[in-house]
């Protein structure tokens, strides 16, 4: 599943900062398939706090990347929910993984939307100090933290849409959505809020 089955054409809205709007439109994609194939400067884990590995898209990244990935994140110590840490990305295509910790769904009264909303804004802030130029996100915190699917989708747009009117380094987030509910959420959300 490492071809792109779907990506995301620019809407152009015909009102003032067109431009603006369809280049910032133009450097997001949706693309159904497996993270750890991307060939992007940057990935994102939807890792736990522990940094020492787990399940679902961990899982993953960590079979992928090999043992060394381990290695380096076990020094790392952690890393609090909604915050990031960046390792190299070891036998991955990509460059580099960055580490973010989700939060657990508890109901909506936790926190938890800002707190996902700070992982998407860390990631990002994370892959320009970098140097990256294309980074790739699962959809962080909806499989075993249970996040709301429609709702983290919007937080995930809404935050990468922020970001991007702001900066000028990134040229590509890619949402990487593993199967076709998880595809038409993000398809849903990008018309609604970009
Ligand atoms: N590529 C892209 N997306 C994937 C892949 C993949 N290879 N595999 C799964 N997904 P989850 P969370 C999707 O559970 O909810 C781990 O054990 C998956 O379908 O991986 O943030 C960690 O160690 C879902 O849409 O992450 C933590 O303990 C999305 O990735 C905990 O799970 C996120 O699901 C984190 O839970």
Same mark, same amino acid.
């Given at each position: 599943m490492d071809c792109c089955c779907f990506v995301v054409t620019a809407? &152009?809205? /015909?009102?003032? %900062?067109e431009k603006e709007v369809g280049d910032m439109k133009k450097r997001v994609s949706i693309?159904?398939?497996?993270?750890? #194939?991307?060939? &992007?400067?940057?990935?994102v884990?939807? *890792?736990?706090? /522990? =940094?020492? %590995?787990?399940g679902g898209v961990d899982g993953a990244i960590h079979r992928a990347a090999g043992s060394e990935l381990l290695e380096e994140t076990r020094q790392m110590g952690g890393c609090p929910t909604g915050e990031a840490r960046v390792s190299k990305g070891y036998r991955l295509p990509a460059r580099w993984v960055i580490h973010t910790a989700g939060p657990i769904w508890?109901?909506?009264?936790?926190?938890?939307?800002?707190l996902l909303a700070g992982c998407y804004r860390n990631c990002l802030k994370m892959a320009v100090e970098h140097g990256a130029k294309?980074? *790739?996100?699962? /959809?962080i /915190?909806?499989?075993a933290y249970r996040f709301p699917l429609e709702r983290a989708t919007e937080i995930a747009m809404g935050e990468t849409g922020k970001f991007l009117e702001n900066d000028n380094i990134l #040229?590509? &987030? !890619?949402? &990487?959505?593993? %199967?076709?509910? !998880? =595809?038409? *959420?993000?398809?849903?959300?990008?018309e609604k809020i970009l």
């Open positions: 809407q &152009v809205d /015909s009102a003032v %900062g693309v159904e398939g497996d993270i750890t #194939k991307q060939k &992007v400067d940057a990935i884990n939807a *890792a736990n706090n /522990s =940094l020492l %590995g787990g508890a109901g909506g009264h936790k926190n938890e939307d800002n294309t980074i *790739a996100f699962p /959809s /915190s909806t499989g #040229k590509k &987030v !890619v949402f &990487v959505c593993f %199967g076709e509910r !998880v =595809l038409k *959420a993000y398809q849903d959300a990008f």
